[in-house]
């Protein structure tokens, strides 16, 4: 276990070591445009053994695997027409695709946690970017957060929450998007596995078809999406029209609150401020944190799911 978690700066030299560290079966977090990832090489079973110690993570839990393109993606899983239509439409972006594990990919066992099927997803951040170049191999990463708490959208978030378990952190800033990807399972007929930063009638329209959701209670089928999970430790209430006393308020909209996601209703950027936020007023010290009703439509669906997860008791 490494004892000083290194900050690299997002520039050539950073990505170079990155990369060394990978190749050398360490650990190093990385901005994606969604959240920060928590990279291994993931053909390398010690170390994304390593990932899972690290978050006190569930072995059954599968990782995404990061990959520069769409070509290499499809070293690694079977592709088919659906696929190639939303990969060209979405990548590289905030979409994860699940589809049928390719015989002799030659990755850890680990990664798919022993399923027949492979995530998959190219992301578009620059820094991400630069260091799946650098590398030249598949990334398995998923959120840079001990398992069941937040999941991090910059660089401190990360340190705050696993420095000393890992050997480094590339700081790229905050990330645009600011929640994870959306999965689409493609293994059978289209299937949305989790709502992400690409909204889910977006897919549909590319598609030319519905998308199913995954049934509540089909645990299997996305196996991290346990109901409690990015977790922060004050107790979240939903659907609030105003704080009660001691709990602090996240609005949405033109309300009176101690942090707002987006005063504008914008649901854009209150993506983007939804961790942060959750980050923030956990760091305040917040017993209770009352969120004001945001619309169940395209990135607000994701925002709704993260925020259910949050306010869910804890397992
Ligand atoms: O935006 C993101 O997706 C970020 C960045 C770092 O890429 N990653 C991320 O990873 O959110 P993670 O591990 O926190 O969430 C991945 C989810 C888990 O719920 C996992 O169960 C699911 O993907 N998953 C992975 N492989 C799967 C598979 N073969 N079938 C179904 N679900 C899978
Ligand atoms: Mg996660």
Redesign the pocket.
């Known amino acids: 276990m490494p004892n000083a978690t290194k900050l690299l700066q997002a520039e050539a030299a950073g990505f170079d070591r990155a990369a060394e560290i990978w190749r050398t079966g360490g650990l190093v977090a990385f901005p994606?445009e969604?959240?920060?990832?928590l990279g291994a090489d993931a053909r390398d079973d010690l170390a994304v053994a390593r990932i899972f110690e690290a978050k006190g993570r569930p072995r059954f839990?599968?990782?995404?695997v990061?990959v520069e393109s769409a070509a290499r993606a499809r070293d690694f899983v079977e592709w088919s027409d659906m696929a190639e239509i939303v990969a060209s439409a979405f990548w590289p972006g905030?979409l994860?695709l699940?589809l049928p594990l390719r015989e002799g990919a030659g990755l850890s066992p680990l990664v798919?946690a022993d399923?027949p099927?492979?995530?998959v997803?190219v992301?578009a951040h620059p820094v991400a970017r630069a260091l799946l170049q650098a590398f030249g191999g598949p990334v398995a990463?998923?959120?840079?957060n001990p398992s069941g708490r937040i999941?991090p959208t910059e660089a401190a978030h990360v340190m705050a929450g696993l420095a000393g378990r890992i050997e480094a952190v590339v700081d790229g800033g905050a990330c645009p998007v600011g929640l994870?990807?959306t999965?689409l399972?493609l293994a059978n007929e289209p299937v949305l596995?989790?709502p992400?930063?690409v909204p889910v009638e977006a897919l549909e329209a590319a598609l030319g078809q519905p998308i199913g959701r995954r049934a509540e209670g089909a645990a299997l089928?996305?196996?991290?999406?346990m109901r409690s999970h990015y977790a922060p430790g004050a107790k979240v209430r939903l659907e609030a029209e105003a704080p009660r006393p001691g709990e602090m308020m996240l609005g949405f909209g033109p309300v009176e609150a101690d942090l707002n996601l987006s005063r504008a209703g914008d649901l854009t950027e209150a993506a983007a401020n939804l961790f942060h936020h959750l980050h923030a007023l956990d760091g305040m010290g917040a017993e209770g944190i009352a969120v004001s009703p945001i619309p169940e439509t395209g990135l607000g669906r994701a925002i709704n799911d993260r925020l259910r997860r949050a306010a869910a008791p804890k397992e």
């Open positions: 994606t969604t959240v920060y990832g839990n599968p990782l995404i990061h905030p994860t699940v798919t399923l099927t492979l995530a997803r992301p990463a998923p959120s840079a999941s994870e990807s999965i399972g596995l989790r992400g930063g089928s996305a196996p991290g999406q």
